[in-house]
């Protein structure tokens, strides 16, 4: 089992930046891929970056490509999503997942069974 803590959320205007981070614990950090997921109101929770086991791979949503970027220290087991050039439309909760099972990533949320609280991100116009 993994735990994982979310933070660096809040409120920024658009074009602006902000760095998540989301510390895990329970298992060896650096044997698994992690993830970002991201759920606007009234819509389905979706993928936005993974990032696999040694941080040599990562994969992104369309929707974000050249504007985040997600990297991964495994000695401090926290995995980081640096977003810029922020837009209304990335307004949403973002959770940090990790595929436990997977050391290459994937961007398809039921490969990852431990998910972090989530912390909001608002943009605005």
């Known amino acids: 089992q993994v735990q994982l803590v979310e933070s660096g959320g809040g409120l920024v205007q658009a074009g602006g930046s902000l760095r998540l981070s989301c510390a895990a614990s329970g298992r060896t950090f650096s044997s698994y891929a992690m993830g970002w997921f991201r759920q606007a109101p009234g819509k389905e929770r979706e993928f936005v970056a993974a990032i696999s086991w040694s941080g040599g791979s990562t994969y992104y949503a369309d929707s974000v490509k050249g504007r985040f970027t997600i990297s991964r220290d495994n000695a401090k087991n926290t995995v980081y999503l640096q977003m810029n050039s922020l837009r209304p439309e990335d307004t949403a909760v973002y959770y940090c997942?990790?595929?436990?099972?997977?050391?290459?990533?994937?961007?398809?949320?039921?490969?990852?069974?431990?998910w972090g609280q989530g912390t909001q991100v608002t943009v605005s116009s």
């Open positions: 997942a990790a595929d436990v099972g997977g050391a290459y990533g994937s961007d398809s949320s039921a490969d990852f069974g431990s």
